[in-house]
């Protein structure tokens, strides 16, 4: 398994980190050099630490967070067949839960980073996001459309307990009726429970809480700083009992290794209100390969790790990847037994009744410099 790396590439030079997803940090893609650390200067610092009374233990790496200065923040998206919406807006890049499935790692490259460790520990934060948000809703040109917040890092993140970034982008949402939706690991979520609430009477706000194991170990290797299992659950009913509408993400579901829980998780968020459920398959683009399976490696028992890796192959046409093969969905017979049970258990427990898409209905034009939507009453009217 995994063979054909060298047995040092990308490590990180002090061993895994504390409380951290990815134990390489592998090189930009979009540079032509890449430092990789041999093994016996791994074998000396290793010696070093130990000298020093370390014990040998995961070392610490703190977070770093740069200030992005942008100009817009509502960001117009590509749609596919499995991003289902237009527009985002992304307070933070880079995602401190270190999920080390993410496929949103590899757009840290994007920043001059890597998808790896730098992916969870460098973040950058967008502090004027708030101003810009309610510059750009009041433009005329803006049509209320549906706006996802974020779709590449969780806006929910540790971070987000000081910057308060999100919250403030929120306030401006719920004050003139934009239609958002997020999707979180975080029970922080509750937070602004008051704002998801009022978005929800006007039926312009969704929380999504992605999910992907109910077991509460596998959840620390795999998702180290998000909210356990446990909590997500009582997070969906706390939204629920507030009248907030709640859809479940099951992803990634990762093949030979969470795939089985699908009947159990459905049956678990159905009891706790959540009124809609999707999948994806866990999806491996770029060097997020060698983060996973070096993941694989460290955390999973051998021939467990040999078997997902095999049945991952199974689903993209015996790659480790490939969006060819139904980005979200894969291929092959085993792809093709995770969507019948999808199907069967979301009928079994009463999801994906309540399809309605979210309302525009009550947008209005935010004051902007005391102006209301700069152009007057009448313009802000004919938005809606």
């Known amino acids: 398994m995994h063979s054909d790396q060298p047995e040092y590439r990308d490590a990180l030079a002090d061993g895994p980190a504390h409380r951290r997803g990815a134990g390489i940090n592998p090189g930009n893609r979009f540079e032509r050099v890449r430092l990789h650390v041999l093994g016996e200067e791994l074998d000396r610092r290793r010696a070093e630490r130990d000298a020093e009374g370390g014990g040998g233990g995961p070392c610490r790496v703190e977070r770093e967070v740069f200030h992005d200065r942008t100009v817009t923040i509502i960001n ?6 499995d991003v289902p919406f237009d527009w985002t807006v992304n307070p933070y890049r880079g995602c401190e839960h270190g999920c080390v499935y993410c496929f949103a790692r590899p757009y840290h490259e994007f920043l001059g980073f890597s998808s790896g460790l730098d992916f969870e520990t460098k973040i950058m934060a967008k502090p004027d996001a708030p101003v810009l948000l309610r ?20 806006i929910y993140q540790p971070l987000e307990h ?23 690991k975080s029970a922080m979520v509750l937070r602004d429970l008051d704002l998801w609430s009022k978005l929800a009477r006007m039926n312009a706000g969704r929380v999504i809480v992605t999910l992907v ?19 997500r659950l009582r997070t969906i009913r706390a939204l629920a009992d507030a009248g907030i509408p709640v859809t479940v993400n099951v992803a990634p579901i990762i093949p030979g290794l969470t795939d089985t829980e699908l009947p159990r998780i459905l049956e678990a968020v159905a009891k706790a209100g959540a009124l809609r459920a999707s999948w994806v398959l866990l999806r491996l683009p770029y060097q997020l390969k060698d983060i996973f399976l070096e993941w694989l490696e460290r955390s999973v028992h051998p021939d467990r790790a040999r078997k997902v ?7 993209r046409g015996g790659k480790l ?29 009463g999801l994906n009744r309540d399809i309605r898409p979210l309302s525009s209905a009550h947008f209005r034009r935010p004051e902007v410099g005391g102006q209301l939507g700069l152009f007057g009453r009448e313009e802000n009217e004919g938005a809606s």
């Open 321 to 349: 990847y490939s969006a060819a093969h139904r980005r979200g969905r894969g291929t092959g017979h085993h792809a093709e037994q995770i969507a019948k049970a999808f199907d069967v258990f979301t009928r079994r427990y």
């Open 213 to 231: 194991t109910l077991d509460p170990e596998l959840a620390e290797k795999l998702e180290p700083r998000a909210t356990t299992p446990a909590g």
């Open 76 to 81: 117009r998206v590509e749609r596919t067949s």
């Open 162 to 184: 000081t910057m308060r970034i999100a919250r403030r982008c929120l306030e401006v949402m719920a004050e003139c009726g934009q239609p958002v939706s997020t999707m979180t």
């Open 135 to 154: 510059k750009e809703l009041a433009h005329p040109r803006w049509r209320p459309e549906p706006i996802v917040m974020s779709a590449i890092t969780d």
């Open 309 to 315: 890796e095999s049945l991952i192959r199974q689903t």
